[in-house]
């Protein structure tokens, strides 16, 4: 053996001997209770999901063959259909991309027998999104009741809040619920009608939510957004009550917005950045009901070529939104929040390094010999790789099958629809996202904490206090992150940009002075 070759042997005996430590077995042991609480989960979200499933199967069973669109098919009949209440669905609009056509003919094709109208919400008539939205009503004519709405642009809040208040302000006056969703929520025939269901039924309900079922492309960054929501997934199929809320969904009562119930016009115009985050604050502080129905899952597929860079910025977004609040309790949520992901997103990503150090520790022994005391450690650190290895395999396994659960509610609500499979999962690439994502998140999340600034869509936000305090506004750049949705210009070459190069640019504008204060 060389000399190099043994002071690298050594080394790696060194570092297996200490991740035998007692500290060491200990972040090991953490990293399996991680993986069996996330499998715990989702296993709990797919119990939830399944069973909305067999009450379908049995319902189609007993005669009832538009079970994916009501539990009782006299809901159905003409008396009760013109009784339903009105609705308005407002849906902010920003960019034209790949999926964004598919996903509004599926909104506005609904089959929700109740008066339902349409406002598409754009910041202007440049706006790509305008004529693709104009190209489709016109497509409809007289079918639907759509029209779109130009809001102009934001001065005390992100553009989307902004467009959301602007169509709440146009909807119908004797709308009884209005329906906030993103351009990339593909709904099922009768989601609208299970939401305004639920609404009907329990009056004290706040908000109704949903979540998206993400559907990758093959690319990498495509397997770390799915990764990065399936941990989120658990806290929307509980069927009932929740804390969490996605602001690609969210069903209200008009009235709240008509006379700024708990504050929900005011909370979200003055200095509001996340929507979803903002009313769940809000929900929270006035102990209002958010509910969850288990038929509120809705197909998401990503962008075909969602670049790693593009997730990383999509990334930085989501833990930007940490830094917002409304007031001092969601402050310190919002901080508990902070620190218990970073701990247990490294606390996750930690055992499987030193799993890697115990496994090439036992090459060594395997090509070279060693002395017993050393074979002893790497057996003892063996042992652990075994436990993490077993506790991953369940994870997976639970992740797996909640997918498949949600994958199959998605083709039993929508059977119009091509149907979705699992066979273009990547199980591999699935594992590498975990490890990705849960390193990269803490970083994210820290450097959204001392930036206090975020590029969304061409438009700068600065935060002061928690709420939008300064607006900037550029010319680039010209596509979304997260669907590669065309903001505005003429279509071009597209730059080839690493993430590596991404992230040392973030770095750069992180350590230049800032140009205004505070």
Known sequence: ????????????????????????????????????????????????????????????????????????????????????????????????????????????????????????????????????????????????????????????????????????????????????LDDDARLHPGSIGALTAEMEKNPEIFIQTGYPLDLPSGSLGSYCIYEYHMPCSMGFATGGKTFFLWGGCMMMHADD?????????????????????????????????????????????????????????????????????????????????????????????????MAMTHVAAALQIYIQGHAREETTFVSNGLLLVSCLAACTFIELFSMWNLTRIEVQLCNMLSPEAPRLSLATYNWVLVFIAMLVDNFLYPISAFRSHFSQSINWSGIRYHLKDGKISKIERSTGPKYTDLAWKKLYGKKGALPKTSFLGALLRSLEQWRQPKKFDG
């Open 1 to 180: 053996m060389t000399g190099k070759g043994a002071m690298d042997s050594a080394f790696l005996f060194y570092m297996s001997k200490a991740f035998c430590s007692p500290l060491a077995v200990f972040i090991q042991i953490q990293g399996c209770a991680i993986c069996l609480i996330l499998a715990l989960g989702w296993a709990c979200a797919a119990y939830v999901r399944n069973r909305e499933i067999k009450r379908i199967k049995d319902s189609m069973r007993a005669g009832n063959s538009f079970s994916f669109l009501c539990h009782d098919i006299t809901e159905l009949e003409h008396s009760y259909q013109t009784n339903l209440p009105r609705v308005t669905v407002v849906m902010p609009l920003k960019g034209f991309g790949e999926h964004n056509l598919h996903n509004w003919r599926s909104q506005v094709t609904s089959l929700y027998g109740g008066p339902l109208e349409f406002l598409f919400v754009v910041d202007s008539t440049e706006d790509p999104a305008y004529y693709a939205v104009s190209s489709l009503i016109s497509d409809f004519k007289d079918s639907i009741d759509a029209r779109i709405v130009v809001a102009g642009l934001s001065t005390t809040c992100s553009q989307k809040i902004h467009n959301q208040l602007i169509g709440v302000e146009q909807m119908h006056k004797d709308s009884r619920y209005v329906l906030f």
């Open 257 to 353: 917005f008509r006379y700024d119930r708990c504050g929900v016009v005011s909370g979200l115009r003055d200095g509001g950045y996340s929507d979803d985050m903002t009313l769940a604050a809000l929900a929270g502080a006035h102990k209002r009901l958010i509910t969850s129905p288990p038929v509120a899952v809705f197909p998401h597929p990503l962008s075909s070529d969602l670049s790693f860079s593009r997730y990383w910025n999509y990334l930085r977004k989501q833990t930007f939104v940490l830094e917002s609040y409304t007031s001092k309790v969601n402050w310190i949520m919002n901080r508990a929040l902070f620190s218990s992901h970073c701990y247990l997103s490294w606390g996750f990503v930690v055992p499987y390094l």
